[in-house]
DNA sequence: CCGTATCCTGCGTGATACTG
DNA sequence: CAGTATCACGCAGGATACGG
């Protein structure tokens, strides 16, 4: 058996683990949250716990498909916690846990600087398109 | 005409732009930099500039064709400049535009909590598949 | 209301070969 | 060295209908 604790594991995992390597389980995590659907969910989430249906209707364009495969997603890998009042009809909440509020924090600077920032990046294409069509 | 400078309008922008609606651009910006690549692109050209050929190396397991493609995307959105040294045989050199370290500073935050909370996410996987098998 | 099941399409992705 | 071109494949992802 080994003497390490699980928050000395991971303290040892912050230098251990590489996501620029292919075969890293971290890389494979890095994959898993650069999804589209990802940053907006969390977000959608960052006020408080959220009906299924409001999250549907808060995340314009996505599908019950793929909003429920991003939230079962999130749900295993304990991010977000999955509530169900057995009410007729049935209530589902969804809220953020610890781990996944820290990760909300970081996909919010992520989504606020694309709202910031499209304008330049508008004025980019833009230049590029011109200099490629020219 | 409009008296507003550059600068103002992008002010404006960070109000105006909400990436929860499908057809706001800040949403389309935002999809086109939540891929799996970008993160690592822009986090391989944190030190400096990279030629492709090192950028093919450091990030494990990209293809041409995807590396390639990153790339233009991220050029075209002024994130990345281009340099071409006309030697024989040709070097192509990638560096970071001032709005691209913004955005990359960011990916590294991502990066780093990838790295840093895998096993916790570990965990949780366990966790919910013993449950979902169970 | 909150999903799951099914079908179907297209595009993301990799492999391979070729070029300047 | 740094791409481009072409092909082939799988699966992401949407639409629809049904179920608890």
Redesign the pocket.
């Known amino acids: 058996m080994t003497t390490r604790t699980a928050a000395q594991r991971r303290q040892e995992a912050k230098v251990a683990y590489d996501a620029f390597l292919a075969t890293c389980p971290a890389r494979q995590l890095l994959d898993a949250i650069s ?3 990802v940053s907006l969910v969390l977000n959608a989430l960052s006020g408080g716990p959220r ?4 999250l ?1 209707r808060i995340i314009a ?6 909003l ?2 991003t ?2 997603s999130l749900e295993r890998d304990g991010l977000v916690e ?1 509530t ?1 009042t057995p009410s007729v ?6 809220a953020l846990t610890d781990l996944g509020r820290d990760l909300q924090v970081l996909m919010l600077a992520i989504k606020s600087w694309a709202e910031g920032n499209i304008e330049q990046v508008r004025d980019a294409r833009e230049a590029y398109d011109a200099r490629s069509g020219g």
């Open positions: 999804d589209k659907w009906r299924y249906s409001d549907d364009g996505v599908s019950q498909k793929m429920t495969q939230l079962r999955r169900v009809p049935v209530r589902v909440d969804y």
